[in-house]
Each structure stands twice: as structure tokens, then as C-alpha cells.
């Protein structure tokens, strides 16, 4: 199983989020934090734990003490594997060579770096803190501090942003993991009123494509796998923790808004308000039989891993839209097991929507 630990604190909001965070102060921080004590230690399982997630939000902007004292208890609590992947989610402000080592020493062992872009203009209309020297700084000092899984977060869809020439630079500096999203203009975000204002800031949808596809024959090339739709590593780096998300492991989340399941049907969501949640507020959802299929059909196919068909509460055989895209060599039936063939990653969706409701 997986533990999600949601830190729902930022120093300040990006345009474009509209992730469970604030600003928030200390009292505020300290109150998070004793319920987020309290919950770790109320959950009961003899599980083994195989990863462990500190997101946000930003984890790396609050006292590294409370990163420390949530990691001991899960370990405390929780059986953990030896191998268990430990993340922590970082921000290139909140980054120093002192706290890195600090998270080094106390067991974390992935750090992923919120990058975003390497150019100025394009960090400073997001909202961003930090700017390319400092972006890079924090790759740095994680290496100086001894981290050796480095993953970083960059988004597409600005203008005057160039993805490719950014990774160039990122894997110069080593970094095992890049994670390109699409940026999504959120309802209710600074951005989303930008854009109903005219500001013309974004790419068009054909730019963003392009993008994205001599994104993928770049890293290709430079031998970074692309292991689902917007995540890239070198062998042995994909993050085991999406990998558990995507393959329909069972996951408990802990803090604001956190998600949980239990590798069936049921998902339980915490509150995703403060008040809420300090009372103990959590919405539980039991999936149809339907809804858990297409739940793992999408995974499935936008991730090399693929998904297998006696997970499936039908035949999936039977339908003739399937077995026409495995003639067509869209889908990679090998035995039990259904794989996207990767050419047809960037219309997975239209793909999935056939799949589904054909
Ligand atoms: C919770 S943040 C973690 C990192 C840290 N808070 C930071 O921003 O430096 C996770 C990532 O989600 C991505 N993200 C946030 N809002 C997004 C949006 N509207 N569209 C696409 N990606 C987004 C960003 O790339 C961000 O780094
Ligand atoms: S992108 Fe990261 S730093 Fe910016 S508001 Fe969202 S969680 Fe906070």
C-alpha cells in the first residue's frame, strides 16, 4: 500500500493553482499539524507500505521539524518496506543545501522539484517566487546534499516558454525524472479571470501539441522513457508511487482534501477545508462495477503498464471497438494485459472515450 501525507501550505499562490493550499500561519500550522498527527495514528493496518508521498501544497516551506515528525511516526505506525520510495515535494525558494540535507539524513529519497519553466518572464507571470538561477541552485544543492532521484515539474502551454531547451539544460544537471504537464486553466484562479480579460499569455492548442510531441522525441533520444502521457524518467527512476496510483494499488492519504482507496471500490475523500477536516469531516464514495472499469481502463492505457482484462467486471473481448483497435495495432493485447502502442499517446483520450462507450 501507499501513503499520500497532503501539506497544504505555500508561501505564496500561483496563478494557476488550485491545489488544496494556502499561505497560512504558524498557528494555523501548528493546529494542521497535531491533526495530522492525530489522524497517522489513528489509521490501522498491518499492510506493508511501499511508498511514501509529502505533497502539497508546498512540503518543503514549512519547518523541516514537521516533515521529520510525520515521517517518524508513519515509521513508527506503519510496517515500511526497505526499499519504500519516500518523495517530498519542493519549491526552489524553500530549498537550501542544509534542509536538503536534512531530509537526506532523516530517510527521504526522492525530491521533486517544482521547475516549471527556465525562463524568467514565464516564472514571473505564474506567480512564481523563485527565478531560473534559483530553479537551478535547488537542483544543485540536492545533488551537493546526495539525492540522486531528482524529479522535476515543468508545465507547457505559456508563451515564450521553451520546454525542450529547458530539459536540455535539466539533464545536464542529472535529473533522473521530468514530469510536463499541460497547463490546465482552472476555474476560480487568477489565471482563468487573465484569460476571460484578454490576456493573451497562452499557446494555442496546435503549439502546445507540437510542443509536447518534440518534447517526447527529445527525451527520447536522450533515452528518458516516457512511462505515462505527461511523466519521463530513466530506468529505474519512474516514481513507484504513481506507478501504485495508476495500477490500482491501494492508497491512504492523510491531511486536507487527501484521497484514499482501498484497491476495490471504496474512495474516501478528507474535507478539503480546514474546519472540516479539523472535525473529522471525510465524504466516502463506493464505485459501480462501470465506474471502476472505466476508472481502469483510463489509468491503464494513459501508462505503459496497461491494465489487465480479468480486472475488468465484463469481457472487454466482446466488444467490437476492442478488438478492432488491437487489429489496427492501436491497443497491444499480449495475453491478459492491454497496452496503449505509444504512437496513439496523444489521442489517448479519444481513444479511451471509444473504448468506453462504443
Ligand atoms: C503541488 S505542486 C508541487 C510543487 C510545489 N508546490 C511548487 O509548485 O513548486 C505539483 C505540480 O502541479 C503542477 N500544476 C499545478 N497547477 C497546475 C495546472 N493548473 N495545470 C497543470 N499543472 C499544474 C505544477 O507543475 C506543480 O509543480
Ligand atoms: S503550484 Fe505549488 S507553490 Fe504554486 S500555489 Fe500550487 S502548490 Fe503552491
Not at 141 to 170: E, Q, R
Not at 243 to 252: C, E, F, H, L, S
Request: hydrophobic share 35%.
Amino acid at each position: 500500500m501507499r501513503i499520500y501525507v497532503h501539506i497544504p501550505f505555500c508561501e505564496s499562490k500561483c496563478i494557476y493553482c488550485a491545489f488544496a493550499s494556502t499561505v497560512g500561519d504558524s498557528d494555523l500550522q501548528k493546529k494542521y499539524f497535531d491533526k495530522l498527527l492525530q489522524e497517522i495514528k489513528s489509521y490501522k493496518t498491518s499492510e506493508k507500505v511501499e511508498s511514501i508521498y509529502f505533497g502539497g501544497g508546498t512540503p518543503s516551506c514549512v519547518d523541516k521539524k514537521y516533515i521529520v515528525i510525520l515521517l517518524n511516526e508513519i515509521k513508527r505506525h506503519f510496517i515500511i518496506d526497505k526499499n519504500a520510495e519516500i518523495t517530498l515535494e519542493a519549491n526552489p525558494c524553500s530549498l537550501s543545501q542544509e534542509k536538503l540535507e536534512y531530509y537526506k539524513s532523516v530517510g527521504i529519497n526522492r525530491i521533486s522539484i517544482g521547475v516549471q519553466s527556465l525562463n524568467n518572464k514565464v516564472l514571473n507571470i505564474l506567480g512564481r517566487r523563485h527565478n531560473k538561477k534559483q530553479a537551478l541552485q535547488s537542483i544543485k544543492s540536492a545533488l551537493n546534499a546526495g539525492f540522486k532521484n531528482i524529479s522535476v515539474d515543468l508545465l507547457i502551454g505559456l508563451k515564450k516558454s521553451n520546454i525542450k531547451k529547458d530539459c536540455a539544460k535539466l539533464l545536464k544537471l542529472k535529473v533522473k525524472h521530468i514530469s510536463a504537464y499541460m497547463l490546465q486553466v482552472e476555474e476560480n484562479t487568477p489565471l482563468k479571470s487573465m484569460i476571460e480579460n484578454g490576456r493573451d499569455i497562452l499557446k494555442s492548442d496546435d503549439e502546445c501539441v507540437k510542443d509536447y510531441q518534440n518534447l517526447v522525441m527529445f527525451l527520447q533520444k536522450k533515452k528518458m522513457q516516457r512511462y505515462e502521457i505527461s511523466n519521463f524518467a530513466f530506468d529505474g527512476y519512474e516514481s513507484q508511487h504513481n506507478i501504485g496510483y495508476w495500477t490500482g494499488d491501494k492508497y491512504v492519504g492523510f491531511g486536507l482534501g487527501a484521497h484514499s482507496f482501498d484497491g476495490y471500490f471504496t474512495r474516501t475523500a478528507n474535507s478539503s477545508d480546514f474546519d472540516g477536516y479539523f472535525l473529522g469531516k471525510k465524504h466516502e464514495e463506493i464505485l459501480t462495477n462501470s465506474e471502476r472499469d472505466e476508472e481502469i481502463i483510463m489509468l491503464g492505457l494513459r501508462c505503459k503498464y496497461g491494465f489487465n482484462l480479468s480486472k475488468l467486471s465484463f469481457d472487454l473481448q466482446k466488444k467490437k471497438i476492442f478488438n478492432d483497435l488491437v487489429e489496427q495495432n492501436v491497443l497491444i493485447k499480449d495475453l491478459d494485459s492491454v497496452k496503449l502502442n505509444p504512437k496513439f499517446y496523444e489521442i489517448s483520450n479519444s481513444i479511451i472515450i471509444k473504448l468506453i462507450n462504443e
